[in-house]
C-alpha cells in the first residue's frame, strides 16, 4: 500500500514560514518525481512546485518563485517544502504527489496522492 503522508501545515501570520514534508512509504521511489499542488476553497487544485528524482532540476509557479524552495531526500523516501514570506493568497490545502518520470504541471500525470494539509496565513 503506497502511502504520502504530509506534516507540517499550520496557522501563520503574513510574511512567516513554515516548512512542509511528505514521507512516502509502501514501495521504492526511484525515478519518482515529487510535486506539491495546493487547491483553495471553491478553486481547482494547482501546481506550486516539482522536482525530479535525482534533485538536479525544479520547476516553481510562478506565484511562489523566489518564496517556495521544494527539496528531497531519497534515502528517507521524503519530500520539503519550504515557505517563505507567505502571503494570505498562498492559504490552501497542500498536497504531496509522486509520478514515475519527470515532473509535469498537472494533476493528471501523477499516481499517488497525499492526503493534503491544511496551510492558513492571516494577514
Known amino acids: 500500500q503506497v502511502q504520502l503522508v504530509e506534516s507540517g501545515g499550520g496557522l501563520v501570520q503574513a510574511g512567516g514560514s513554515l516548512r512542509l514534508s511528505c514521507a512516502a512509504s509502501?514501495?521504492?521511489?526511484?525515478?519518482?518525481?515529487m510535486a506539491w499542488f495546493r487547491q483553495a476553497p471553491g478553486k481547482e487544485r494547482l501546481f506550486v512546485v516539482g522536482i525530479n528524482w535525482s534533485a538536479d532540476r525544479t520547476e516553481y509557479a510562478n506565484s511562489v518563485k523566489g518564496r517556495f524552495t521544494i527539496s528531497r531526500d531519497n534515502a528517507k523516501n521524503t519530500a520539503y517544502l519550504q515557505m517563505n514570506n507567505l502571503r494570505p493568497e498562498d492559504t490552501a490545502v497542500y498536497y504531496c504527489?509522486?509520478?514515475?518520470?519527470?515532473?509535469?504541471?498537472?494533476?493528471?500525470?501523477?499516481?499517488?496522492w497525499g492526503q493534503g494539509t491544511q496551510v492558513t496565513v492571516s494577514s
Open positions: 509502501g514501495r521504492t521511489f526511484i525515478g519518482y518525481a
Open positions: 504527489a509522486a509520478r514515475i518520470g519527470g515532473i509535469a504541471p498537472s494533476t493528471n500525470y501523477y499516481n499517488y
